[in-house]
């Protein structure tokens, strides 16, 4: 079983900026494809960043040139750095994973809470 594990969430003031770390742990996790999802409150939840692993990545047209994903392998972790934030990228985000050979994200983690606002 894959565990995802997200931190680094919190309150910042617009302008501000963050970043979100995701762990994976256990038996099979292979951080094939990884992803940042978010679900602000009322709306469906939507893909933020991606990164393959060759490394390409994509972006929601909503935080293209402010955020970036990224990973470490050593560290089993990818990355979300968020800047120029803004009160509408407030929601819970959340880490995925998908594993190889699979069309669709099969793990997520519990999510970290950022909320923008001054």
């Known amino acids: 079983q894959v565990q995802l594990v997200e931190s680094g969430g919190g309150l910042v003031q617009p302008g501000g900026s963050l970043r979100l770390s995701c762990v994976a742990s256990g038996s099979g996790f292979s951080m094939y494809r990884m992803g940042w999802y978010r679900q602000a409150p009322g709306k469906d939840r939507e893909l933020v960043a991606g990164i393959t692993p060759g490394d390409s990545t994509n972006y929601a047209d909503s935080v293209k040139g402010r955020f970036t994903i990224s990973r470490d392998g050593a560290k089993n972790t990818v990355y979300l750095q968020m800047n120029s934030l803004k009160p509408e990228d407030t929601a819970v985000y959340y880490c995925?994973?998908?594993?190889?050979?699979?069309?669709?994200?099969?793990?997520w983690g519990q999510g970290t809470q950022v909320t923008v606002s001054s």
């Open positions: 995925a994973d998908q594993q190889v050979g699979s069309p669709r994200y099969d793990y």
